[in-house]
């Protein structure tokens, strides 16, 4: 695809059950980053990969957080027991390069999670 | 803790004025300061983006001015046009760093 896409656009949640976010970003991008945005807020990290090593998960808020890039191209987000501080938007973004070489960070449109 | 203070949360504008945004940070190891501009129900956009090295960068109608001593960076969005009207957010990554700290943004409006 053109851009990074992430599935699904929209998510219902009942409190306590399990998502799985996905993110398909662009074609040959080494880096993946997963960011939290609550309403009216901007974006807070979450996790870092480069290919399919996780080299930075600090910003993950809980241990019912998990992200995973097994073959160094699709990433999933899972969130276990859901609570309804977890309702917000998770966005994806991928870039070409390793961080820190001038790279250009590309979001993808994000999931809306709402957690009822 | 909030690393990165954006102000105004709000801006209306009239089309063909100046917007300005401004941005103050605390961590003196931030050393990439980008602008992101952030349509409703899509993901941030990269506008433009400077290093500490130089005081100001123009790309067409966006400028960032920064000051280093004063730990502060600004957008300037000149010839303001209602296709303009976004919500727009600063960021900053450290040096050795992967992640971005980013604003709390600022929702632009340009009135035609």
């Known amino acids: 695809g053109a851009g990074v896409s992430q599935s699904p656009r929209y998510k219902v949640a009942k409190r306590g059950q399990d998502v799985a976010l996905r993110c398909d970003p662009i074609?040959?991008?080494?880096?993946l980053f997963w960011y939290q945005q609550a309403l009216g807020q901007g974006p807070e990290f979450l996790t870092y990969?480069?290919?399919?090593?996780?080299?930075?998960k600090s910003g993950l808020p809980s241990d019912r957080f998990f992200a995973e890039r097994p073959e160094g191209s699709v990433s999933t987000l899972k969130i276990q027991r859901t609570q309804q501080e977890d309702s917000a938007v998770y966005l994806c973004a991928s870039s070409l390069v390793r961080w820190g070489q001038r790279e250009k960070l590309f979001f993808g449109s994000g999931t809306q999670l709402s957690v009822l | 803790q909030q690393q990165v203070k954006q102000s105004p949360q709000s801006l209306i504008v009239q089309k063909g004025g100046i917007s300005i945004i401004n941005c103050a940070y605390e961590n003196t190891a931030f050393d990439y300061f980008p602008w992101y501009q952030q349509f409703p129900g899509k993901g941030p956009a990269l506008l433009i983006a400077i290093r500490p090295d130089v005081s100001e960068k123009k790309e067409g109608r966006f400028t960032i001015s920064f000051n280093k001593s004063a730990k502060q960076f600004s957008l300037h969005i000149m010839d303001s046009q209602p296709g303009d009207s976004a919500t727009y957010f600063c960021a900053a990554r450290k040096t050795s760093g992967s992640r971005l700290t980013f604003g709390e943004g600022t929702q632009l409006t340009v009135n035609p």
């Open positions: 990969f480069q290919n399919e090593a996780q080299l930075d």
């Open positions: 074609s040959g991008h080494v880096s």
